[in-house]
């Protein structure tokens, strides 16, 4: 008997009317024995020749409209686990070829150098030849590095590639390499120099050390030029938070007082919300980045160098603002949460990469008396299972 694939699960899986998994199906596929017979209308001939090997994408056979629908129901179904539901906005999608971070591997083998993600659930890695989701201006130096690679990394040794597009171009560290000695010494910045880098690091196993940096590397957040730290968190693609940036901005609307914004980051909506703004952040280089930022624009950002962690804003603190911006690591803010809770904060903009710990804390909140008004998901890991979202939350 033939079954329907009428959902993809949260790994990626189609799932069909009878609940079987099934892996590479997409809505509508016709499913027999086990195996696809017949493709539906979600279904489209993926666009990369390294699908589904290679471990960037879980999702390219899914037209834009089985993708968005994914995101959605991703939210939803985390949503249902704890007893909640709300208004699920349509999903913003980044285009292809617009992810401007990656963190690639790189393996010699032989002469050869290999360079990509790795594939699902394994080590190796997929030598990249094509990629659908990386910035042109990333992919273009992957040629390159396997000539520079091929010099610097030692036999069977897997090294690291991280890039990052900035204001000045792409910030390159490489790990794993022989960078000692005059001829590395000459080679790096002359490589830099010959892709235009905005900066090459090395990191030898002390953390990443510039070997070229013309001018300082900044990325720009709002308006504001930030200066950016090596390895600094910044989002998968411009469009994408954008969309999270717009977001934030309408759930604020109307908002009375000063506003805190709890993982702060860089200052990604502290810069942008264009507000008296507290602006909390435990990474010390970069609460360091958005106060000498503030202070060249003269805007109103308070930075404070705080770990949430262990000591989260509690209800007494929270009293005097009247609007939170809540931006967690994928682990969520269960304490911040549990405090937020406990007070009054009229409005509380929530932005989340992982609608489950999302699930969590808004369950949290509702118990504390917040109504969650709607969630809008933001897929900017193109074709992959990594769902992010901005949400809205009301008090009173």
Known sequence: MSEKVV??????????????????????????????????????????????ECGGCQLQHLTDAAFATYCETRVAGALAQKGLSTDIRAAHLSPPKSRRRADLKALKLGKRVVIGFTQEKSHKIVDMTECHVLHPDLFALLSPLRDLLGKMLPPRRTGRVQMTLTDQGVDLMLAGIEAEGLEAAEALPAFAERQRLARLSV????????????????????????????????????????????????????????????????????????????????????????????????????PEHRDLYRRPYDAKELAAFGAVILDPPRSGAEAQCRELAASKVPVTAMVSCNPGTFARDAAILVEGGYSLDWVRPVGQFRWSTHVELVSRFTCG
């Open 7 to 52: 959902q993809i699960a949260g790994r990626g899986d189609g799932v069909t009317d009878a609940g079987h998994y099934v892996p590479l199906a997409a809505p509508g596929d016709t499913i027999k024995d086990g195996k696809v017979v017949a493709r539906g209308d979600g279904y489209r001939e993926p666009p990369c020749r390294h699908f589904p």
């Open 203 to 302: 990191d030898e196993g002390y953390g990443a050390e510039p070997r070229y940096e013309p001018q300082p590397v900044t990325i720009t957040l709002g308006d504001i030029a930030v200066p950016f730290p090596q390895g600094s968190f910044l989002q998968a693609t411009k469009d994408g938070e954008q969309a999270l940036v717009d977001g934030v901005a309408e759930a604020l609307e109307g908002s009375d007082g000063p506003t805190l914004d709890l993982f702060a980051g860089l200052g990604t909506f502290a810069l942008s919300v264009g507000k008296q703004v507290t602006a909390a952040e435990a990474g010390r280089e970069a609460i360091l980045s958005l106060m000498q930022a503030a202070r060249r624009a003269r805007r109103s950002v308070d």
